[in-house]
């Protein structure tokens, strides 16, 4: 399979856009009737809210003016980079919540197992497991999937009333929405920027930079933030 960062910009701009088309075509009804089968319910066991379950909380723009207005310190860039220039600076589509640094990767806001801000959680939070996005099964076969880490957490066959099945697949369908908005506009920023200034992604220089990182050593990263780029410097 093709490295992701190796794919040329036009491209993914263009796989990603034929994904907005499909996600746009995909029905809420069946969404809903989805959430409304699987019927999940949260038991509040907290696993979400820590790396260890389930990888970083990515931020929309909309969340992170949210958090940084809460604690500053609550935020970072997103790991995984998408690009890495010849001169060793990477470029990320956003930022995410910050870990508290624990072997499980518990969140920035996360104490005695409850969120912190609840009320104003990202928007990740409040959809979660719901999803709407097409992936590859075990076998390579692309396909839609609405629930994350089916059976692996919560309990499931409640009765959720049908008003509250379509708000939810209504929100689950705008957030996927806003991130590939999101990822968009960071492509085609990047494609001017890099045409600009001379820039090309280099996967070794990549390689060697992330290495550098793990070891902790500080790294220049640029985050796409309400459609511009912000430096930072990045230390594990
Ligand atoms: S913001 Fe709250 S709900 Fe979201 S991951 Fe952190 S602790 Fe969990
Ligand atoms: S959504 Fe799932 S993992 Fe998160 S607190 Fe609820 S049951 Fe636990």
């Known amino acids: 399979m093709v490295e992701i960062s190796l794919v040329p910009i036009p491209y993914r701009i263009v796989a990603l856009t034929r994904e907005q088309h499909n996600l746009f075509e995909y029905p809420p009804e069946r969404l809903a009737e989805v959430i409304r089968e699987v019927g999940f319910f949260c038991t509040c066991c907290g696993k979400c809210c820590t790396r260890a379950f389930n990888g970083h909380v990515f931020l929309l723009d909309r969340d992170a003016a949210v958090i940084r207005a809460l604690d500053p310190a609550a935020i970072e860039p997103a790991p995984d980079p998408e690009f890495c220039d010849q001169n060793g600076t990477f470029y990320v589509s956003g930022y995410a919540l910050r870990s508290q640094g624990d072997p499980a990767g518990s969140c920035w806001f ?9 009320r104003q959680r990202p928007s990740i939070c409040r959809i979660y497991p719901s999803m709407l996005h097409r992936e590859p099964d075990e076998e390579g076969i692309v396909d839609w999937r ?49 045409a600009e200034h001379g820039l090309r992604h280099v996967q070794k220089v990549y390689d060697d930079r992330m290495r550098r990182f793990r070891k902790g050593e500080p790294v220049k990263v640029m985050v796409f933030s309400a459609g511009t780029l912000v430096p930072h410097t990045w230390m594990k």
């Open 110 to 118: 996360l104490e005695n197992g409850s969120c912190r801000i609840y």
């Open 146 to 194: 609405q629930v994350s880490g089916l059976n692996e957490h919560g309990e499931y066959h409640h009765d959720i009333p049908p008003e509250e099945c379509t708000e939810l697949a209504r929100e689950t369908k705008e957030y996927e929405n806003a991130v590939l908005s999101q990822e968009l506009s960071f492509l085609e920023l990047i494609g001017n920027y890099f």
